[in-house]
């Protein structure tokens, strides 16, 4: 289940440090299941730096116990090992803290990434029809990176560099001149304020350089998939074109990006040169004074490399944060996304066997100025066959949407046995229907693999006697590489007929109580379509099936027909019937039958 998502930040909060706050609030409970290994990190953390700022502080008496002359001699050999081991000691704490939190950071990862995947499933039809997969694709990739850059950045570059900087200013404090203190206060001071406001301005260029990248990765994944439509219509260098105008963007947002990083380094040399010269200046006066030692200066100047070299990468790496926070920010956005349709609290799973389905004044609109289905009432009793006919636009393949719930009804009922279809699961109300339709579209994997997916873990013989049900195993035989054969990106490398063979394989093999035929045989030759049309008599037979036809001939045997226009049911009863009518199913049958014979000829 998805995690409920933070807060709105206080009110008057500036909206990108609200951005800030929302993005961490969402992430810190990932973090924070695990604890146990944070707090042995953080102490690994604190022990390594306390080894680090002890070297100077050891380095310091070695020198001023040595006398002129007598150096190599008079080295107390306590000291020498005590400076080996607190070396020794900084990498050891160091190293510890990478193997406590090395799985925290990787399994926070996975799980949000995982999340994220979930909740894009669980996400409307609506939603995925109005996608740019490029996009999406490219933010959750970018997100799920930058999680683990801003994690391994705050824990091994910030939290240490600010322990370090806490420790010396300590030492600094309750031994030498207060002056030290304030000089390295005010330099800390002035860095960070310049790299935050300046960061925070390139901030805005970032977030263009993302739109770019996602935009150009969306234009150019759209016209890989539709490859074909592009050569059809020669149109590679328009393409082209309208890739390179997202590129553009892209170049003018990074070279903008470029330019400002450069001056932003420039300033934090300049704070930090400055800084160091005090330091040496006011240590220098001391040592020239009597009031500092040589061991004292040395200490000063380790204070100083140690401080401002960890100081010097805090701008790269507050950068790299905020980036890394404007990636993830997107990621999560995609978790804000409202799930359109969702279980009900009390929802229920299908009855076992064969049930009836029914609608009850059913009215659907994609929009409210967009009405599709107009009191649409009729029952499929259980085990019977309902067949639903019409001209395209009539709104035949948006009663499977409804029925498999992609959508929720705008009024009436739908229901399955007994029960409203909004009080089911809508993990047991699509594990009880199988559908073959209009448009079929394959994982880019092998047939195999995409007839199992009906029933994942089915067995050879399972899946072989499905594609002999569905016409398909003969094909397979002759292929060279048989049933482990790859089909391409959607399935290109197969035939629409098919393709479309592939999709019955796969649901005779989920073997559904409720069946749905949309358009099933619509891509296929006149004699295969026989053929898989007895099959498929065959398995709807005891099933509720529902099928949706442009082809009559292909619905002569259901039980009733239910004759669509413009959204609503027009004419019903069965074949017979209806053409004895002279209605609209007459006129459709008539002149179906004139373009198979005009055909034949």
């Known amino acids: 289940m998805r995690r409920n998502l933070p807060p709105k930040p206080p009110v008057g909060m500036p909206l990108a440090q609200s951005h800030v706050w929302r993005t961490l609030q969402t992430l810190l409970p990932y973090l924070w299941a695990y604890r146990g290994r944070m707090a042995l990190a953080l102490s690994c953390l604190v022990a390594a730096k306390l080894a680090n700022v002890s070297v100077p502080l050891v380095f310091k008496a070695m ?129 960070i304020v310049f790299t935050i406001t300046v960061s925070n301005w390139r901030m805005g260029i970032r977030r263009a350089m993302n739109e770019s990248d996602s935009a150009a990765n969306t234009r150019a ?66 040592v020239v004074e009597g009031t500092m030692s040589i061991g004292d200066l040395v200490l000063v100047n380790a204070f100083l490399i140690q401080l401002y070299i960890p100081l010097n990468f805090l701008g790269v790496v507050y950068r790299e944060i905020r980036q890394a926070l404007a990636d993830i920010e ?70 499977a949407r409804l029925l498999f719930r992609f959508y929720d009804i705008t009024s009436g009922s739908l229901l399955i046995g007994d029960t409203d279809i909004r009080l089911i699961r809508q993990a047991s109300l699509r594990a009880s229907i199988g559908i073959v339709p209009q448009d079929t579209v394959l994982f880019n994997d092998t047939i195999r693999y995409n007839i199992e997916y009906g029933k994942p873990g089915a067995s050879d013989a399972e899946i072989i006697a499905v594609a002999r049900a569905a016409q398909l195993h003969d094909f397979i035989a002759a292929h060279p590489q048989g049933y482990d054969a790859r089909v391409g990106e959607r399935g290109l490398k197969l035939s629409g007929g098919e393709k479309q063979r592939v999709a019955i394989a796969r649901t005779l093999l ?92």
Not at 131 to 151: F, H, K, M, N
Not at 245 to 266: G, I, P, V
């Open 63 to 191: 020198i001023d116990g040595m006398t002129p002359g007598q150096q190599l001699l008079a080295l107390p050999a306590g000291l020498l090992l005590l400076y080996g081991a607190l070396r020794f000691s900084t990498s050891l704490f160091t190293e510890l803290r990478e193997i406590f939190f090395a799985r925290v950071t990787q399994q926070a990862v996975r799980k949000i990434a995982l999340e994220v995947f979930r909740h894009l499933h669980a996400l409307s039809l609506r939603f995925h029809l109005e996608r740019e997969t490029g996009g999406v694709s490219r933010d959750i990739e970018r997100g799920t990176r930058s999680i683990s850059a801003l994690i391994s950045y705050t824990l091994y570059s910030i939290l240490p560099t600010l322990v370090e900087i806490g420790l010396v200013l300590a030492v600094l404090m309750t031994k030498y001149d207060a002056i030290f203190a304030l000089i390295v206060v005010i330099s800390l001071g002035a860095y």
């Open 221 to 286: 994944v759209d016209s890989l998939l539709n490859y074909e439509t592009v050569k059809y219509f020669n149109n590679e260098e328009f393409e082209a074109r309208r890739y390179d105008d997202q590129l553009k963007n892209w170049e003018d947002a990074a070279t903008t990006s470029q330019t400002s990083l450069s001056w932003l380094n420039l300033g934090q040399q300049a704070i930090i040169a400055t800084g160091v010269t005090a330091m040496m200046w006011r240590a220098a006066s001391g």
């Open 330 to 399: 997107r990621m999560f956005d995609l978790l804000t996304v409202n799930r359109e349709v969702a279980d009900a609290p009390n929802a229920k799973d299908v009855a076992s066997g064969p049930v009836a389905v029914s609608f009850k004044d059913v009215s659907f609109s994609y929009s409210p100025d967009r009405p599709v289905l107009r009191n649409i009432s009729f029952t499929i009793a259980a085990g019977k066959t309902v067949a639903v006919v019409g001209y395209s636009g009539a709104g035949k393949s948006t009663l």
């Open 510 to 601: 989920k073997n559904p109580p409720i069946l749905i035929l949309d358009e099933a045989t619509s891509a296929l030759d006149s004699q295969t379509e026989r053929a898989i049309q007895a099959s498929l008599d065959k398995i709807s037979y005891g099933r509720t099936t529902l099928i949706i036809a442009h082809r009559l001939s292909t619905v002569m045997d259901a039980d009733e027909i239910l004759v669509m226009e413009g959204g609503e049911i027009v004419e019903r009863g069965t074949h017979e019937s209806l053409l004895s009518s002279s209605g609209l199913y007459a006129r459709m049958w008539l002149l179906q039958q004139q373009e198979d014979e005009e055909a034949a000829c």
